[in-house]
Each structure stands twice: as structure tokens, then as C-alpha cells.
């Protein structure tokens, strides 16, 4: 509920930023303005009302948490140092996966071989690390602003790029619950810059979703990965086909 109520809260200053009223809410959502400071007091909003709001407002929801960010000061990123302290132990990556996909400290030693001394230490660490507060009965808070993300390249992503690579693509992606959509095609800068926005966009509506999971029980949600990736890319496969006019191959 804290982060519900932190994005309501910067979108309430959007609004003001924007000198967007509640009137003018109700009239772009097609709803009354009581309904709509109801929806404001009682914190009630889907993404979709969220990205309607955003865009009259002159901005999308990766802004609106960008200002949530802006407005709570919480870590955006760890060194390569602290990144390495995680990458280096396999208990604490594991560990902090799971703080960071808000499982409590019971579902962590149901779920993992931990000893609840040695899930006691790694918090501890985490905490250390500013990522998580420790506090009374092992629960856990976390202290990382939405847009937290592991250094580009940096010895967490090194990590994940190895099991993506071995692991993650070896699967068939024809259950139900699965999705695999690759696309190929050719794009001006613009319109690759627009894309890329739009990926970035995608990216924290995952986010919500997942925060807005927390709340229900620990045995309704299963632990999903979404690689979101564009990248100038030519298959290797074709190049015996290519003639020295073809642009050079980026790998």
C-alpha cells in the first residue's frame, strides 16, 4: 500500500505541475469528478486509468515514476563493488532475487535449504548494503526507488546474461502462460529511439503489476522473467549470402 499511495501522491503533483484539475480528469476518463476524487482519496486506479492520466498530463507512466523517485530519494543502483559482493555468493543473489520480488522471510526458508540463522546473516548484508531494513520478526523492507536496476554490464547483469544464454531460451515457450514474440525489421534513429522509449514504458508497467501483486497470497503468484532486448543484429546464418556491399556484420 505504501507504494500505491507514493504513486497517487506524485501524480497528484503532476496534476498540479501540469495545472490539470479533477474536472478535466473527469472529462478525459468519461467519469464524474466525484468519482474521480474517489478514485484519488480511495487510491483506486488501474495502469490503464494511470497511462490515460499520465498522457494528459504531457507525460507517461516511466515520468510518473521517475517523479515518485525524485520524491522519496531511494537507491536507484549499487556500485560495481556491491554488485560484485552479490554476484560472488550464490545464497546471497539468491536471497536478494527474493527480497526483490518482495517474498517474506518465511516463504524464503520454505522454499530454499537455508538455515534461518544463515537467512538471518544475509539479510543482514543486504541491509548492510542499503538494499533492504531489516526490521523486528525478520521482516523485510525494501529501500530501492521503482526504477532500481542492476548496473549495465556490471557483474549482476554478467551473471544473468550466462543463465539467459544457457538456460532461459532453452525452453520451448509453447505453454500457456509463455510468450515468445521476436521481430525483425528496419528502423530510421528516430523511430528507434521510439521504440526504445516505449520498451522502457513496457518495462515499469511490469513493475507495477508486480507491486501491486504483493498483496495477495504468496501461493496465487509464480515467479515469471521478461528479457526485454533491442540491438543492431545480423544472422550469422546469412552471411555466406551477403555480397561486400551488405553492411558489415555488428556480431
Not at 549499487?78 to 554476484?87: K, M, S, Y
Not at 545480423?234 to 556491399?245: C, E, I, P, Q, V
Amino acid at each position: 500500500m505504501a507504494q500505491v499511495a507514493a504513486i497517487v501522491d506524485a501524480l497528484k503533483v503532476a496534476l498540479k505541475s501540469s495545472r490539470m484539475t479533477y474536472a478535466g480528469v473527469a472529462e478525459g476518463m468519461g467519469l464524474s469528478e466525484s468519482s474521480v476524487k474517489r478514485k484519488f482519496s480511495r487510491r483506486e486506479f488501474t495502469l490503464a486509468e494511470l497511462d490515460l492520466i499520465c498522457g494528459l498530463c504531457n507525460m507517461d507512466l516511466s515520468g510518473l515514476v521517475h517523479l515518485m523517485e525524485n520524491r522519496n530519494g531511494r537507491l536507484q543502483a549499487l556500485t560495481a563493488a556491491q554488485e560484485r559482493e552479490i554476484a560472488d555468493d550464490l545464497g546471497l543473489l539468491v536471497v536478494t532475487v527474493c527480497v526483490l520480488n518482495r517474498w517474506s522471510f518465511d516463504n524464503i526458508l520454505d522454499f530454499y535449504v537455508f538455515e534461518e540463522h544463515q537467512l538471518v546473516q544475509m539479510l543482514a548484508r543486504l541491509d548492510r548494503l542499503k538494499l533492504i531494513e531489516l526490521q523486528p520478526n525478520n521482516r523485510i523492507k525494501l529501500l530501492l526507488a521503482p526504477n532500481f536496476g542492476w548496473l549495465p554490464n556490471g557483474p549482476i547483469q554478467q551473471v544473468f546474461l550466462k543463465t539467459i544464454q544457457q538456460d532461459f531460451f532453452a525452453a520451448r515457450f509453447n505453454k500457456e502462460d509463455h510468450e515468445l514474440i521476436v521481430l525483425n525489421g528496419m528502423l530510421c534513429a528516430a523511430s528507434n529511439a521510439e521504440f526504445r522509449r516505449k520498451m522502457e514504458r513496457l518495462a515499469r508497467e511490469f513493475d507495477l503489476l508486480n507491486r501491486e501483486d504483493t498483496g495477495k497470497p504468496f501461493a496465487q503468484r509464480r515467479g515469471y522473467t521478461a528479457v526485454i532486448a533491442l540491438r543492431d543484429w545480423h544472422y550469422k546464418g546469412f552471411s555466406a549470402l551477403r555480397t561486400d556491399r551488405g553492411r558489415p556484420d555488428d556480431g
